[in-house]
């Protein structure tokens, strides 16, 4: 068996052409231009190209953007009294504290400051709890792409056992939680786990977040199952860089029904789907109708 590639970067444009359209349509027929804040303190070289490309990214669907550059040595007053203003302003519809932040600074604290409402990453604790129990929330990005290929691959997941590998609580958790959501039955694996090959084996789909380089290899994987790739790692091999995801993408492609590449497959529906939360976003606090297919 050959695993059919699912292209996240295909999909992402797909996802950003949809957000597009559904703002043109806002503009046109309500008047409202949905406007994401982006803040980034510090001069972290990986954040810098990551809030660029969202800044470009957000323009292009015409939504407006907001960057909010403090340098590294901002106090913790000052970068609640931005939030807050940005809390205030009704022209932002999504705030984005860009992770990490210096050490000086309380990461809880700072995300719990923001509207969660407004909170277009769904790591305030509010949209946490939301959606550990079934209620409307904002929801993580990258997990929320995960599930948007999920469902346009299998259409339904009711029924299906899945296996995510990882708990963080930006994917590994919510994760599971969406995929309960689709009535799938989870199991949540991580390091700790007795057996892991068998359980990982028993899985219709795999998705693995735990940030090892492929530490999943193909014998893991049972026949036809999909692999949702999340781990993005640079290793060096052959004296070159290169990136590699948590599964051993030669191997496991032999195995599964269907399986994300490294680069080019999760990643790119991130900021994808971050256009997507804010767009909902905008439309809940107008009490509009939600973006259809852009939420969980």
């Known amino acids: 068996m050959v695993a059919q590639v699912i292209d996240g970067k295909a999909f992402a444009a797909k996802v950003r052409a949809q957000v597009a359209d559904q703002v043109a349509k806002l503009k046109e027929e309500n008047g409202i231009t949905p406007g994401l804040a982006v803040v980034l303190v510090g001069e972290d070289p990986a954040s810098q190209v990551y809030v660029r490309s969202k800044g470009k990214q957000t323009v292009e669907v015409g939504m407006n953007s907001y960057e909010h550059k403090l340098d590294a040595d901002t106090s913790e007053e000052d970068l609640l009294a ?38 277009v990453d ?45 708990r963080s609580n930006i994917v590994g958790k919510p ?16 390091s700790r786990t007795k057996d892991l090959p068998d359980v990982v084996r028993r899985a219709d789909i795999v998705v693995a977040a735990v940030g090892r380089p492929e530490m999943v290899p193909g014998d893991w994987i049972k026949e036809g199952a999909t692999v949702i790739d999340v781990g993005i790692n640079r290793i060096e091999r052959d004296g070159k860089n290169k990136l590699v995801g948590d599964v051993d993408y030669a191997s496991a492609a032999e195995r599964a029904g269907a399986i994300t590449p ?32 852009l939420t969980a």
Do not use: W
């Open 122 to 166: 769904g790591f305030h604790i509010s949209n946490v709890g939301l959606l550990g129990t079934g209620q409307k929330s904002m929801v993580p990005c990258t997990p929320l792409g995960c599930l948007m290929m999920l469902r346009d691959y299998h259409g339904s997941l009711s029924g299906m056992d899945a296996v995510v590998i990882g």
């Open 82 to 119: 931005l939030i807050d203003k940005l809390n205030n302003d009704p022209a932002v519809h999504g705030i984005l504290v860009q992770l990490p932040l210096p050490k000086h600074l309380n990461e809880d604290l700072v995300i719990n400051s923001i509207d969660p409402a407004k909170d």
């Open 262 to 293: 490294v680069p080019g497959g999760v990643g790119p529906m991130t900021i994808a789907c971050l256009l997507a939360n804010t767009l909902t976003a905008c439309c809940r606090a107008n009490g509009l109708p939600e973006p259809e297919g």
């Open 175 to 190: 994760m599971a939680q969406l995929l309960l959501g689709d009535s799938c039955t989870v199991t949540i694996a991580h």
